[in-house]
């Protein structure tokens, strides 16, 4: 008797220790998830889940770190298991919405958090996650009422003041800027001033960005129109058209035309595919296309040039990468190209292949919700016709203001 009481004493302090240790373990993951060590957290997880596979907590905090690796198809799949038990779960929907909204799925965002509003009204977390969603999906006055309320009733929370800042610089439809760029060669020939004003306005369909552009170099100056349009083809999916004319082609190509268009992807990748047409004497047909992939506040693109017909086809690649700021707007950026790819020649509006390597580094800062700043500094070794290893510099500065 005395011996059965001891082991059930003995079974019942065991399985309290292994609860502990369980719960040590999940609370281990998460200190390295959050200390960027989000591989060892996944397979700390993954080993707990293979003992105790039903721990929502586990779960949920395993389908956060997924999310936050890009595995959207596993973090969803963990996290519905969750919810499956628990539709209201405080912290695995938010954390599904947040997934939908990482892989360019707004709308059933925005369906999670409106579903999960019947049960709690006044979730601040399904509200704010909400707002996000009808940002994402275009719908900003209704994102805008849901971030006034969501910031009367919890004062001095910087998530939502920091949300309803970029609300309010979003429904600013209108942006006047100026740009200016110089750029200077190691050669005797002349450099280069290119002045732009543009004239931008958003719309539900998508932006309509009017360009003026004047070019000086070799003593006669050059003009240019054009339109550059990027429009809403259906979620994750847009398309941007572009042309121009310039009355005296002396500096630009006599006109200008082309489309691309974007695809948004799983897993925070984006594709592209497209084409442009320059005309010059000999008209100039390019292809083009990109990949991107989104991780975190990181943006890197790989893109590609191909031209055929001119002096054979000619290749060129550019690799981008970006780390934006916590408004999704300000960035600061690397850029590097090379490859072979038509170019002017002079003030004969010929062109001539060009090979070259090439470096930028670029930024882009906002002040006070209305004013942006962007600026690029690039050097590239150019290979023309009996010249190797000419150096060419690019500095360029623009100041736009949202109305």
Known sequence: ???????????????????????????????????????????????????????????TVYGSVLSWEGKYPEARAALRRVLAKNPTHGDALPALINVELWSGNPTTAEELASRGLLAKPEDPNLQLARARALRKMGRLPEALQVTNKLAASNPGQSSIASLRDDLLSDMRNWEVSTNNSYEIYSDHRSGRMENQLSILRRTSIGSFDLRFSRTDQYGIHSHLAELDTYLSVREGTYLNINGGYSPDANLYARYRFGGEIFQGLPKGFEVSAGARRLGFKEPVHFFTGSVSKYYHSWMFTARTFITPGVEGDSHSYMFTARRYGGDGQSYFGFRYGFGRAPVLTGSLNEIETLGSRSYALESNLRFFQRLEWRMRAGYSDEDRLNLIGLKHYTLSSSLGYKF
């Open 1 to 59: 008797m005395h011996l059965n009481r001891i082991l059930l004493i003995l079974t019942l302090a065991l399985g309290s220790a292994a609860a502990w240790a369980d719960s040590g373990d999940v609370a281990k993951a998460r200190e390295l998830a959050f200390n960027g060590h989000r591989s060892d957290a996944i397979q700390l997880l993954e080993k707990y889940l293979e003992n105790d596979p039903d721990d929502t907590d586990a779960l």
